[in-house]
């Protein structure tokens, strides 16, 4: 039977309209409002009060939905530009972290306490030390136990709000903290996301001449903190030469010259620098470069058949020449405590002429008597050098020598723990990078094309730039522009970045550090990832400009 249907009436029918406009209207906005602030994980715990629940049910159901709280829908995170650039970074969707009055820095092990205290201090935040307890804003950081790991190497999670900085040691939590200090610099925010980072080398420093340009300590020390924060490790200082020996002496006071560093200023140049996981590596070149020696001690002087004194050389004959030398390494290795030591050994007089023997005949004498017939001058200085090697042995350092050191077809052999700083090939009888490494060498890379800073520009030298750094040179280059095969990378440890004071006069402190700071950025990037930069010059140059 069919069932009569009364028609609406056409208030009804206005009603109706009325009622389904305004429940499509509220779907509408919630879909929008949904599109704007739906979090990437589905999670709405950090949306904003007041915004509506999509309905589940019925009308009945809708008007007793609880208040949504969406969150807002982050863009995938970029990668942080820092120098050097991280090696890795996994994006995500977030917020990020910058710091904030009443945020704290907590640390996971005791160990970690001085990394902990300096970065709080940069960004302005509280120290609050070991804590178990978690509160948003924290910058957290902790030893981990990932064995066989670079020592090095660290993550960074940036994620919820907070930062977990972890690495295998202080070292690696310490470059950590670099990182972030970077990231937020100039009110910038750390990436959502996790960088995994490590260097490539193990070695990367910056060597200064103080010898003949005498540094202030608060020089030294401004740069001690610039190569922290850009993850050099070590910080070179050739204190004796011709021109002048440059920190205080208690075993020799006399061969001071009146310009100098006290004990006391070093010890804190090297305080800063370990805050900082920076070895300090001193260098008493020997049996050249003697001359502020020589000056206080004339007898000690080298003189050739004719009686010509030989500049900047001691007599390695002599046994008082020896004794004087060893007085001083004995000295300065309580004062310098870190783990390396430069032993010199470059440019020689005797040996940069073409009969060493003729013109040189005690030093001659002295070899043949030593270490027999056949003996020569260039055997003696190879004795001299693992004399001077076995001194510093004792107090259980590494040691490097210069590579025109090292000389051919001797019969007394250079020990085998010498690594090789290789700078020019400029020497007589000069020897190709793959020489040492072929007879299995360790080598550190200060190729003067590209990383000598030579005050005054003597010679062939030309201040180096960033630019050509940047482009050109990887630690592979070892001398002149092309690279040694890459079987050989694993031998070679690093790099140095130099500054030398031929011409102490020919620029400030000031511009010293100028002309400096681009080249130590280049080269601390190619150290870290010898890999061709992501960033061209010019954009490396802006970030550069941008980070201060």
Known sequence: MSQ???RPSAQQLRQRRTVTAGVFVATVGLGVGLGVWASADGNDAGAPAGAARPPSGGASEAEAAPT???TRN????????????????????????????????????PELVDEGRLIAGELGLSYAGERDDVRAGDVRLALNDDEGANPES???TVRGGRVSISGPSD????????????EVHGGGTAPEGVVRDQPAKPQRGFMLDIARKPYSASWIEDRVRELGDLKFNQLGLHFSDDQGFRIESSTHPEIVSRDHLTKA????????????HIAVVPEIDSPGHLGAVIAAHPDLQLRSAQGVAARGAVDISKDSAAALVDDLLGEYADLFPGGYWHLGGDEYRALTVSDPQASYPQPAAAARQRYGSGATVADLATGWLGDRADTIRAHDRTMRVWNDGFFRNTSVQPAKDLQVAYWTGKEIGARQPVEYLSAGRQVLNYNDEFLYYVLGQPQTFVYPTGERIYEQWTPRVLRGTVAVPARYDGQ???GSFAVWSDFPNAQTEKQVAAGIRMPLRATVQKLWDPGRPTLSWAEFKKLADRLG
């Open 4 to 6: 009569h249907r009364r």
């Open 154 to 156: 660290y993550s960074m």
């Open 171 to 182: 070292a690696g939590v310490f470059y950590g903290t670099r990182t972030l200090k970077q």
């Open 492 to 494: 070679i440890l690093g």
């Open 265 to 276: 200023q070093v010890r804190r140049i090297v305080d800063l620098a370990a805050a900082r």
């Open 74 to 109: 982050y863009p995938l995170s970029q990668a942080p530009r820092t120098i050097p650039a991280v090696r890795s970074h996994t994006p995500a969707r977030g917020p990020g972290w910058r710091p904030a009055h009443g945020r704290r820095v907590v640390v996971g092990d």
């Open 68 to 70: 949504p709280t969406p």
